[in-house]
């Protein structure tokens, strides 16, 4: 075991609260739910061992090279992926009874993601090849339903991931098809994008091609009739607006208090476009497949209100030079 896992456990162990209490009660709970949580209360004393806490935010490792399997023992993970474009973006979260870094147990240690804790409390199991093969001999029939349960999760995964990118190249080919519609297309798309990922409404804002920091709400799925809408968003959306999921407050058009909404910036390389306001009612939660979804096709429609905004003045300036 590692000094730094050592450290971690000694010196990062949480305090007996009633959270820790009602987490630990949850977590024995789901030992018939998780199977990869009943094998780790079998060698309990071994795997205390080879815990690691982490706070809110702390990587726990990055692409490349790496000897452990992970198995979060409590809380959750975000794995992020980096585009092309140098960008970190979400593409899934590991909760408690998931692992991840099965390769290792195949001698693949490379690793293409970063895992970040999602909480004050995470948890993790680290575990080399080494450990597994001495728990082989331990109690090879222990061994025998682990490797059963990662290959059934691991065919899951693949699955759900081809499935995903099916998905994801239906909506790219969707989008690029409405985008030569023009101003008329970017509305299909909102209703498409509404209709693929269960979200109760959509609303478009667009940064002012010409004036910096002024936003407009360009469409709201809700109000199909007023189009454009063409409102300032004056004190509701700002470059620096917060990004992710929040709840509403009413402030913005369209929306009550017990909305959950997502909001989304839409960019071009790193030029701010505008957002996406995605909303749910009645505190409807976002799956992390949509979320995902969303932020591989941001730079798509940010490109098309690009394309718009150019086509635009193309327009103004050829009314201009008729009128003259």
Not at 6 to 24: D, G, V
Not at 73 to 90: C, D, M, N, V, Y
Not at 132 to 147: A, H
Request: overall charge neutral.
């Amino acid at each position: 075991m590692s000094k730094e896992i050592q450290y971690a456990a000694e010196t990062r162990k949480p305090p007996e609260s009633p959270i820790l209490k009602q987490s630990l009660g949850a977590l024995k709970q789901s030992l018939s739910i998780h199977p990869i949580l009943a094998f780790l209360e079998g060698f309990d004393s071994f795997f205390k061992k080879k815990k690691r806490a982490l706070i809110n935010n702390e990587v726990l490792f990055t692409p490349g090279e790496n000897p452990y399997f992970y198995i979060v023992s409590s809380w959750a993970l975000s794995i992020l992926r980096q585009t092309p474009t140098g960008e970190k973006k979400e593409v899934g979260r590991a909760y408690t009874g998931s692992f991840i870094g099965e390769g290792v147990l195949f001698d693949r240690n490379q690793k293409d993601v970063e895992a970040v804790a999602i909480g004050e409390w995470v948890s993790v199991v680290m575990l080399t090849k080494e450990d597994i093969t001495y728990l082989e001999t331990q109690n090879p029939e222990k061994i025998i339903t682990l490797y059963k349960h990662i290959i059934e999760i691991g065919n899951g995964r693949l699955l759900e991931s081809w499935k995903e990118l099916a998905s994801l190249y239906e909506m790219n080919s969707k989008i690029d098809q409405l985008s030569k519609l023009g101003e008329q297309g970017f509305k299909d798309i909102v209703d498409h994008i509404s209709k693929t990922i269960h979200v109760d409404y959509i609303l478009s804002i667009e940064q002012h091609p010409v004036v910096p920091g002024l936003f407009i709400h360009k469409y709201n799925s809700r109000f199909p009739s007023i189009w454009p809408i063409n409102q300032k968003a004056i004190g509701e959306i700002q470059a620096h607006a917060e990004i992710g999921q929040i709840p509403s407050t009413g402030e913005i058009l369209g929306t009550d208090e017990n909305d959950s909404l997502y909001i989304l910036p839409l960019k071009t390389r790193e030029n701010l476009k505008g957002f996406f306001i995605l909303g749910k009612k009645n505190h409807g939660s976002f799956e992390d497949t949509d979320i995902r979804m969303m932020s591989n096709i941001a730079p798509l429609l940010g490109s098309m209100i690009e394309n718009n905004q150019t086509l635009a003045d193309k327009k103004a300036m050829g009314f201009k030079q008729a009128s003259i």
